[in-house]
């Protein structure tokens, strides 16, 4: 596709839940970002691969995350045991090296 | 980690005005860049400045880097209600492309 994809766009998940999102990046971007966004405030960096290595985690807040890119290209993002200060919105971005990041839609999850 | 303090935090004005929104840290930036988001939707690009006292327009959007790399505004001439929006400065460290961003500033523009 033209842009970054994520899916699902909406989540609703029971506290205790575990959930995957996925992103689609532009094809040949190597760099790939997830980023979360709590209601009313700007993104936080989560976590960044370059190609399928994961060159910083320092952004996700719990060993309940856990985001995997196997192949260089889709990236998953797993939140196990959902908690409800969970409940956000996710970006993924990605962008050739070095240049601008072009982000997706974002998937809204909200624990419930 | 680098803070960046956006102002003010909701701006609400008639279409036709100018408004102005600041972008400060206590940190020098290697770059800096202006991002509006639309409910639902991802942050998408206007701008990115580099150089100190670099000045960039896009048609009635004006933004400026500070001569010491710390601040950056942007301002709109003219507001129209497509202006709407969350307006995001980020920044990036050098040599590392993550970005930090701004609290935000939520635009509205009153037909």
């Known amino acids: 596709g033209a842009g970054v994809s994520q899916s699902p766009r909406y989540k609703v998940a029971k506290r205790g839940q575990d959930v995957a999102l996925r992103c689609d990046p532009i094809?040949?971007?190597?760099?790939l970002f997830w980023y979360q966004q709590a209601l009313g405030q700007g993104p936080e960096f989560l976590t960044y691969?370059?190609?399928?290595?994961?060159?910083?985690k320092s952004g996700l807040p719990s060993d309940r995350f856990f985001a995997e890119r196997p192949e260089g290209s889709v990236s998953t993002l797993k939140i196990q045991r959902t908690q409800q200060e969970d409940s956000a919105v996710y970006l993924c971005?990605?962008?050739?090296?070095?240049?601008?990041?072009?982000f997706g839609q974002g998937t809204r999850l909200t624990v419930v | 980690t680098q803070l960046l303090e956006q102002s003010p935090q909701f701006l609400s004005i008639q279409e036709g005005e100018n408004l102005t929104v600041y972008c400060n840290s206590s940190?020098?930036?290697?770059?800096l860049q202006w991002y509006r988001q639309e409910p639902g939707e991802g942050p998408v690009l206007l701008v990115t400045?580099?150089?100190?006292?670099e000045v960039k327009k896009l048609k009635r959007l004006t933004f400026q880097f500070g001569d010491a790399r710390k601040d950056s505004s942007l301002h709109i001439t003219a507001a129209q209600t497509g202006d709407t929006g969350l307006y995001l400065c980020?920044?990036?460290?050098?040599?590392?492309?993550?970005?930090?961003f701004g609290t935000g500033t939520r635009l509205t523009i009153i037909p």
């Open positions: 940190s020098v930036f290697s770059s």
């Open positions: 980020a920044s990036s460290n050098f040599g590392n492309e993550k970005l930090t």
């Open positions: 691969f370059q190609n399928e290595a994961q060159l910083d």
């Open positions: 971005a990605s962008s050739l090296s070095n240049k601008s990041a072009f």
């Open positions: 094809s040949g971007h190597v760099s």
């Open positions: 400045v580099v150089t100190g006292g």
